[in-house]
């Protein structure tokens, strides 16, 4: 491999061929024996050779490949001290076979950037060298170092625990469980995923995994409890449907035909009055129960912590006003949340396809879902 090596001036900072034995511009005495004293510039070469300096690293490495050339060594930016001694040293241009420009070099950047022309090293955050005032590539200013992990490869996700059964409630100690694979199982007993102290977790709740076209999604296993969504703004609910708000768990019923008819000898059954009503929330209890049932006086029904149709002021967790339930001018039922702080979580049925920054919950476990871009 062609090596193109020759001598820069310590006078003027000329470059001239490695067999020029003076300047071609000042004149100056070149090589590596000759002194650069006053004489030697009148023209009177003194014989007493100069000790050769120490080699080190990327200089031993060009001495072993170009032997009967000294290599270079640069010790720091344009000190007077330094400049006076470079005129003795090698420091001219070279092309380095590719073997050590990978090696050396790239060592040497982890220290510090090293100046493709002098060969001196720049410190971090330099914008060019000390010693030639070359500039120092954008690449490498703007370098960042990356982490080794699974979450840079594209669409993988990661599930991050907000709150659950046995995990820290300080944020800064963050639990997440990295989804990589093609699927993972979740559950209290069974799966990749294991939330072991959550009894609202079925043994095998759900399952995760990546379609043939990388998308994210989440498999209700037929868990006892199901797997709640939160809404973005509004979603369509049929009847029989369960919704989450704060703590408390509703489902959606259609108002159930009249059955107050007259008795046998036809004397009627004496009773509040009844308004007519198209559908009405019905609070579930843990245990399956019922207790407070709201029927929707004109076409929506208002979920919150007071001034609402159905109001729960000791719980922590809802808002003011923190969702509602209307039959809309189709004939369709939407489940809207009210800029609550919390959010309001639907019940998916069968699989769901998930987004980046979707919150969900498995049993008492809120997970957030990241995904890599």
Request: aromatic letters at 8%.
């Amino acid at each position: 491999m062609e090596i193109d090596v020759g001598f820069v001036c310590g006078r003027c900072d000329t470059y001239s061929p490695l067999r020029a034995e003076v300047c071609i511009c000042c004149g100056e005495a070149l090589g590596f024996t000759a002194t650069h004293d006053t004489d030697v510039r009148a023209g009177e070469q003194q014989q007493a050779p100069r000790k050769a300096p120490s080699l080190t690293g990327l200089e031993q490495l060009f001495r072993a490949r170009v032997p009967s050339v000294p290599a270079a060594v640069a010790e720091g930016p344009t000190a007077d001290a330094v400049k006076e001694e470079s005129a003795n040293l090698f420091v001219g241009p070279v092309k380095l076979p590719a073997r050590f420009v990978v090696t050396e070099a790239l060592m040497d950047q982890a220290r510090s950037y090293v100046c493709k022309k002098c060969y001196s090293p720049v410190p971090q955050a330099h914008k060019f060298c000390g010693r030639c005032g070359e500039p120092v590539p954008r690449e490498v200013l703007t370098a960042q170092t990356l982490l080794l992990s699974k979450m840079l490869e594209p669409g993988k996700a990661k599930l991050v625990v907000i709150k659950g059964e046995g995990f820290q409630a300080d944020p800064s100690d963050e639990t997440a469980f990295l989804l990589g694979g093609r699927q993972h199982p979740a559950g209290r007993t069974q799966g990749d995923i294991l939330f072991d102290r959550d009894s609202w977790v079925s043994p095998l709740h759900a399952t995760f995994y990546y379609r043939d076209d990388g998308k994210l999604v989440i498999r209700d296993e037929r868990s006892l409890n199901g797997i709640f969504l939160r809404i973005k703004g509004a979603a369509t609910i049929t009847p029989g449907d369960l919704f989450l708000a704060g703590e408390q768990v509703f489902r959606l019923d259609t108002t159930p035909r009249a059955s107050d008819g007259p008795d046998g000898d036809a004397t009627q059954f004496y009773s509040s009055p009844k308004r007519p009503s198209p559908f009405r929330l019905v609070q579930i209890l843990r245990g399956g129960t019922t207790a407070t049932q709201v029927c929707a006086r004109e076409a929506s029904v208002a979920v919150g912590r007071e001034g609402c149709d159905m109001n729960f002021p000791n719980d922590p967790y809802m808002s003011t006003r923190h969702c509602k339930v209307e039959l809309t001018a189709g004939g369709a039922y939407q489940l809207t949340d009210s800029g609550s702080k919390n959010g309001t979580y639907l019940a998916i049925h069968g699989e769901r396809e998930l987004a980046h920054g979707d919150y969900l919950f498995i049993g008492r476990e809120l997970l957030r879902v990241d995904i890599s871009a």
